[in-house]
């Protein structure tokens, strides 16, 4: 008999009231019942997102709302900066491009997290740039970006901050309204324990002033149409209702535990991994780790693409592997969503033990006491 676990930065585990709620029969999206459901759940990602601007959202991956924060905030010819510092900051730029926007790149190297000095420095360069644009966890190296700096140079400027919380909402700390920053988006999929299918927006009084001077194409994506009829409980298009009663549930138990301790969880997951990790005597990728998800750099010898796909295939483990030049060269293991410590205890005895397979000389059992020991620290 073989278990499945799955420990991707999405999707992520589907807590069981959440799975549940998807197999009750499906409701018409203008009842009474879903309106209702589209206010509760609207009203309880405000917590999620620490603003009390209005949260829209999208029938749509995590993308889409990436593609209408463009679609929605710029004009053809604006000048933006974006921060590329993997897979992810990169997908800003092509979506720039896609609309005729100019981008001011700042490349990072993947695995580091941008300094603010060169923003700020990118920012006197270009006080013309109409929005800077920033990943809060880049995925596909596991590093995180200060944020709350990055708002802090912005928010007296005329510059928008725009940030991708796609894979961090809920596991690294994005307080939106206490830092200033201008506009957030995620989805579904990842620290939201739901399936994909639904993205996020959030907006402050700047952005909106930006919103309705854009006149960049936009239909299905249109942030005003989403967030008017949104606040009445109502969507301007079939939403995915299956995926919203599923998301309710999963933010019961984020708002049960508050935001707060629900990043607490993932900061002493992603503190357990880290430390489990140095003691098999691997290298971390990121240098600015998030709590997302740990980056781990292979040793040299070691095909990446066959450890992932021999875990997967012979232990039911799935991690996830590297993304563009990054491919198999790390492992990338998340501990999001419904997920606590015993999780991380699966998640690095497999790994120890795979890696042992492959031939890693590895003192089994040395990552998980170092994860015991983070633990046991913690409790006490
Ligand atoms: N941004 C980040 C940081 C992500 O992790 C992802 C998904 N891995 C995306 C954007 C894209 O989201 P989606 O695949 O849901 O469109």
Redesign the pocket.
């Known amino acids: 008999m073989k278990k499945s676990h799955l420990f991707t ?2 999707p992520t585990p589907i807590p069981p009231d959440a799975l549940l709620a998807m197999s009750q029969p499906i409701d018409y999206h203008r009842s009474e019942d879903t309106v209702a459901l589209i206010k509760d759940v609207l009203k309880k990602m405000k917590h999620v997102f620490q603003t009390d601007n209005d949260v829209l959202f999208l029938t749509s ?4 709302a ?1 593609d209408g924060a463009v679609a929605n905030l710029l004009c053809k010819d604006d000048k933006v900066i974006v921060i590329r510092s993997g897979k ?1 900051g990169e ?1 800003w730029s092509e979506i720039c491009e896609a609309y005729g926007v100019q981008v001011i790149p700042i490349d990072v190297r993947w695995g580091d997290s941008v300094a603010p000095e060169i923003v700020e420095s990118t920012l006197s360069t270009h006080p013309e740039a109409k929005a800077v644009f920033a ?1 809060l ?3 596909s190296t596991g590093a995180l970006h200060d944020i709350e700096a990055l708002a802090d140079m912005t928010k007296s400027t005329q510059t928008l901050l725009v940030v ?1 919380a ?2 961090a909402l809920g596991a690294d700390d994005l307080q939106m309204d206490n830092w200033g920053v201008d506009v957030v988006v995620s ?1 579904s ?2 620290g939201l324990m739901t399936p ?1 299918g639904l993205a996020f927006a959030a907006l402050n009084q700047r952005a909106w002033k930006a919103v309705n001077r854009s006149n960049l194409p936009k239909y299905y994506l249109d942030y005003r149409k989403a967030h008017e009829r949104g606040i009445e409980g109502s969507v301007p298009f079939t939403p995915a209702v299956t995926l919203l009663a599923a998301l309710q549930y999963a933010l019961n138990r984020i708002c049960e535990d508050g935001i707060q301790e629900t990043i607490c969880r993932h900061n002493r997951m992603a503190i357990a991994t880290r430390s489990a990790i140095k003691a098999i005597g691997l290298p971390l990728f990121a240098t600015s780790p998030a709590n997302t998800l740990t980056s781990i750099r292979l040793p040299e010898e070691f095909d990446g693409k066959v450890f992932v796909k021999m875990m997967r295939e012979k232990h039911g483990i799935t991690y996830a592997g590297g993304q563009g030049n990054l491919s198999g060269k790390i492992v990338r293991i998340a501990h999001l969503g419904w997920m606590n410590e015993n999780d991380v205890i699966v998640a690095i005895s497999a790994f120890e033990r795979g890696i042992a397979e492959m031939g890693y000389d590895v003192p089994l059992g040395a990552g998980v006491t170092a994860v015991q020991e983070v633990l046991k620290n913690s409790m006490d």
């Not at 991956?61 to 889409?64: A, E, F, K, L, Y």
């Open positions: 930065p999405g991956s995590g993308t889409g990436m992810f997908r990943t966890c880049e995925t991708d796609v894979s989805c999929q990842k994909p």
